[in-house]
């Protein structure tokens, strides 16, 4: 579907929808309509053809700028055409309010968690 359309919607989401991440991570488009078979509910973006999922507390608008095949993988590269985000899930300098927002980190196997404590380490 990327490598028809030359774009794509990166989708931050919360924990809430972790259950959407295994599902549509458990398939792949080439064998399912993953809108269809998880009925995914999209909103339009605004630069690309590409659906944003509902809901991620941020997505980023790409288009194709290269594309490279490893094995049985294909690696995207994206110019990102436009951001949107939730504004309560920010904070000021751009990093997360995890009281607001929940990213679904992946851990492994079928195992996602959510973040609970930041750290702060300066870079120099
Ligand atoms: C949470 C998550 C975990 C994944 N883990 C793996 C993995 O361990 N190994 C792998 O090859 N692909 C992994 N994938 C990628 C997907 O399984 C798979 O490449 C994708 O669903 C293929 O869909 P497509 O053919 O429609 O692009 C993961 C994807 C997600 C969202």
Redesign the pocket.
Known sequence: ?IADSGEFVINFMPAENADL??K???????DVD?FDAFEIQTTPASTVEAPVLSAPYAFYECKTIDRQSYGD?DLFAGRVTAVQWEESAFFKDGTIDLEHASPAL?IGEDQYTRASQTFHHPRN
């Not at 549509?24 to 080439?30: K, L, N, R, T, Y």
Request: hydrophobic content about 40%; glycine content about 16%; overall charge positive.
């Open positions: 579907m991440v295994a549509v991570a458990g398939c792949s488009g080439s993953k993988h992946y």
